[in-house]
Structures are given as structure tokens and as C-alpha cells.
């Protein structure tokens, strides 16, 4: 739960994706500043999840910019990666490395200290209720489990923003709750977060700012 | 190893089965016997030549097959006794009765005998199996008779492959209905495989060739070996960045035990084949690259990071060091250890030192450039395919990694500056396409 590069803004200007003249993602504009929650809700096929792999840096759009505080965003860049960190579709984990091995690796490449690592893991781990679940493979976890497990991946690296595609999926009721809970507190502590959910309810509890894709519609 | 035969009105409902399924096509008979006309061609044309150059250019090795024809015989039936014991082990993951699932579902779901409908399979893998091992004990003989060897060489040669064939084709049954077998007889073992088994290994086989269609032999090789991973409790130390990325790598080979073992015993051993004197200073063209072209596919087993790094590229990586590190931290440890066996066994024959520096210099270079060819080559292109080369040109592109080393070992072959030139520019190849991979995806 390191903090990363503060920001000022991160705007997606007239964005779009298409693909033969197949449009993935009509024109979309966005603004996120810290502090906010932006939840992105829609219905299937409008786009969300090309946009969040747009706003990442993770694609390049068709036309349009994004850019972080005046800089355009792409993935590859150290700064810009300090900054987001993306969780859309599942993690490419190691088969053969445990939950807490995956921990490890991401806290030490992010530049964490060697002393405190097991202290922030525990915490994640704890925060997210899968501690016990530490020193199992990947593919011993449940499909919930393991949406938690990498919720814990993203959490533990450094960021300022968060980006995610429908955290909500897998999870209980109680565990939907814990996740509310976990993105209100980044919230509170100046990150902001921008996600795709399904879950209206849950969408309208969390969020500081709803918008619905496709825009101009 | 015949199958008993059955009542006519058996034999018409196959009749009509196979219609239903094949309508015309050519059945799994059909394309094994194409299959082994091929393979017994070029087994006995090829062979004979390869094994009449190998004898000729060593006779060292064509008179101790003069001067103890009985140890050598024995040897053979001992490596065939040796390969059927290991067929009947691989039965139990890829038999040799292995139909395409379509067959499985209209044909071998029937209430027919499965002897019946499995027979065809049999017999395709038997006619294969037993092409292959006729133009092995021809081919090698024969290379030595033509060497002016024995002509007994090769009564003996074939009455091994006459023997040895149905005895592995029998150990390779056997194997595949292990722990379901009724009874001993071929016939009895084909009625005892359970389609649950048919159906998993006709799938596999099916995923693993599709894969290697389409040029992922990672993907392949995940299919058909299902590795065990030893559980333990204990995790990676916290190294800081650089020790973190390297400690997680020899965890993830460490536990995959043996496996691993066997990869790092295979691989040293191919290294050191490649750098001891009689090698580097062999005047064949022939020796260097295949020695070295065996280092490149046994490193293939070492590099379990670099290859998940490769097949990731592409995805927001969980890590946070930038590609190009992660890149070198996966290859590194792999590549010095290359070039520390490769110099020690090249100064330890009596190369000299220069000459042992540059060898290994650019063996561990063409091999690290190799691996980074083979994680990153992705499948063909799609412009190569639609030439109309169709599976010739997916095999070029399967093995043109592999090829790229061999090339590296020719050039060694003009001298060692060459070599090191020849490996600098596969690594710049090699590291071009690494960094195409690693950028950000366009719509397509």
C-alpha cells in the first residue's frame, strides 16, 4: 500500500479505437484529478474496457490523447507506471511462484526496502482477508480468491491512481463490501481510483463521479 | 499384435460409421501409411548417408564396431530394450492408439467392439513405428557397410528392427492401458482402454498439435508435460530488485525438482560438448553446429522467466522494472553460466585462451540470442503462411531460431572473430524483435 508519484490530472481528450471501421470505443473524454472515484458503468460492448487500456498506456487509440500532467501516457514510461497501476483482466502470475512469492517480487521490484517487506505484505494480505491464502499457487485459489489475491498485487505497488476492470466480479456480497471499503480509503488518502463495474448499487455507494459509456449517447 | 477379426455385420457398421465421420477424407490409415513411405524414404536415403559420414569421418568408431561386433549388438538390443521401457512409460501420458476426437465421438462411442474401431489406429502408429525403426536398422548399418563394414551389419540391423519394432509397439500399448488391461493380448488391450482416457489423450494430442501448428512449442510443451510443482512453504527472499527477479527464477525451477535437474545436466553437458578442443578445432562443418544447435534446445529448459516474460509482453506488467531489465535479469544468469563451462572445458581440453575466450564468448552470446528468437517468435506470420508453403513454411518458422544458432556455428566453422561477429548480430536481430514486442497494442 506504498504511495506513488502524486499528479495533477489525467485527461483522456477525444479518444477513439476501431478496428476495419469497426468502432471499439466511440469519441470519449475524461478527467480524473486525486481524490476522485470514477466509476465507469455501461452496458456490454461500449467500450469501458478498451478505454481503460487506453488510459493506461497499455493501447493506443485510433485518434485522441491521453496524457498525464501534459505528458502522453504510455506504459513503457517508469514515471507513468508509478503513477497508474492498471488491474484489467487477470494477472499474468507465475505458475510456479506462491500468493506470497508474487508479493515479494512486486514489493522488491518496486523499490521496496528489504526489512519492511514482510510487514507491508502481511498488511495487504490482511486488509484483504487472504492471508491464509499466502503460500498457495495461483491455481489453487478459487476464481474469487484469486480476483482478491491480484486486487492485493495492485494494492501493494506503488500508485496514485488506480485502474481496474470490474473488481467487483467473482467476489461475495461481504467480500463486494471489503472492496468498497478498500477503494474509499485510497480515496481518503489523496489516490483516486478509475474502474468499470457492474454492480449500480455498489457503483453509486463508492463513487465521487459515475460515468456512462458510451458518452453522447 | 493382429487384431482378431470380427463379424461382417460389425464390419459394415464400422463401414458406415467411418462414412458418417470421414465422408471422403482420407482416414488415419491413410495418411500413416503416406506417413511411413515418407519416413522409410528418407530414413534409409538420408540415413545410410549421414551414418556413412559419420563412419567415415570417424573410423575410430566404425573399428571398434569391427573389433567388438558382439558388445556393439548387445549394445543395440539394450538401447532398444531401453526405448521400448520408456515407451511403455510415455503410453501412460500419449499412447499409441490415439484417434482424432471426432473419430472418438461417431465411431469409437458406437457399441462396436473397440478393438474394431480402434484398429485403424493401431495399425497406423504400428505401420509408422515399424517404417521408422526398418529405415534406422538399415540406415546405420548401411552407412557402415558402405564405410567397408560387415555386410552382417546389416542382417543384423534389420532382424533388430524386425524384433524391436513390435516389442516397442507392445511396451507402448501396454503402457497406454496401464491399470485398465483385461488381458495381454493386443487385441485385449485395445477392448480395455475406457474412453475417458481416449477422449483426454486424443484432446492433448490434439491442443499439442495445433500448438506446434502454429509455432508455440511453449504452449506444446506446457500441454504435454504435466509438471508437478514441489510444495513448500518457503518463499523467495526479499534481494532488493535485481536479486528478487533472479532468486524468483531458480525458485520456480527448483520446484520443478528432477525436471529441472535434468535440464541443467543436459545443458551443461551440451555446452561443454561444444567448447572442448576436439570441437573447436574439428574440421567438419557438421560437428560445431549440431553440438550447439542440442546447447540451444536444452537451454529451452532453464529459462522458464524469460519465456512467461515473453508470453506477457503485451500485458500490463505486475513489475516494477522496465522491460529491457527484466529481459536481461531472466537471461543473464543463464548466459554466464554458459560461457564459465563453456571456457573452462575449452581451456581444460588445451584450447588456448584467446581462442577458448572468443568460442565462448560467442556460444553464450548466439545462444542467449536464440533463446530470445525462440520465447519471442510468436506464430508465423500471416503473409508467410498465405504463400501457399503451408506446414513447410510453419516448420521453417517453428525451427528458425534453432537454425539462426546452427548459422552462428557455421560461421565458427571460417574462424572465431567470424563466429563472435555472426552472434553479436544475432543478439542485435534477437533484441530488435524483443523490443517490437514490448510495445503498446493498436487495434487490429
Known sequence: MTAGTAFQEL???????????????PETSLTVRPGENVVITGPNGAG?????????GNMLPTAGTITLDGTRVDERDRTIRRVIAPLIGPIAGYRDLTVGDHLILVDQTWGGDRDGAAERIIAVLERLDIYDFRDRYLSQLSSGQRQLVELSIVLLRPSALLVLDEPEQR??????ELLSDVLRERVDAASSVVWVCHDQELAERTATRIERFPQHS | MSVSPQAPTDDHRLAEAYHLRYRGEGTQLRSALFTAYVVGLFGVVYGVLASHYVFQTWPAARHRVQDHPLLCALAAVLLVAVVALLAGRAGRR??????EPGHLEFVSATDLPRALTLRDAWRSTCVVVAAGLLGLGIAVPGGLVMAGGSGWALVFGLLLALVGAPALLYAWLRGEAAGHAGGSSAAALLDSLPMSLLRTQSLMSD????????GDT????????????????????ALGRWGTTVGADIAGLRRLGWVSLGWLVVQIAAVVLAAIAPVVHSRSPLVLPVVLVLAHLTTSGLTRGLQHHAGTAGEPSILGIPWQAETVLHLAPVVALQFVVALVAA???GVAVPLALTHAAALALALGAGQLLYVHKGPPPLALMGSGGGRGVGLLWVAHPTMAVALVALAGVLGPSEALLAALLLTSLAWSRTS??????RPR
Open chain 1, 11 to 25: 485527461v483522456a481528450d477525444g479518444v477513439t479505437a476501431s478496428v476495419d471501421g469497426v468502432s471499439m470505443l
Open chain 1, 48 to 56: 469501458k474496457t478498451t478505454f481503460l487500456r487506453i488510459l493506461t
Open chain 1, 171 to 176: 467476489l461475495d456480497t461481504g467480500r463486494r
Open chain 2, 94 to 99: 500419449r499412447g499409441p492408439v490415439v484417434p
Open chain 2, 207 to 214: 491442443s499439442v498439435s495445433s500448438a506446434l501448428v502454429a
Open chain 2, 218 to 237: 511453449r504452449r506444446a510443451r506446457a500441454q504435454a508435460f504435466n509438471l508437478r510443482l514441489r510444495h513448500t512453504p518457503l518463499r523467495i527472499k
Open chain 2, 347 to 349: 581451456v581444460a581440453t
Open chain 2, 436 to 441: 517490437s514486442q514490448f510495445t503498446p497494442a
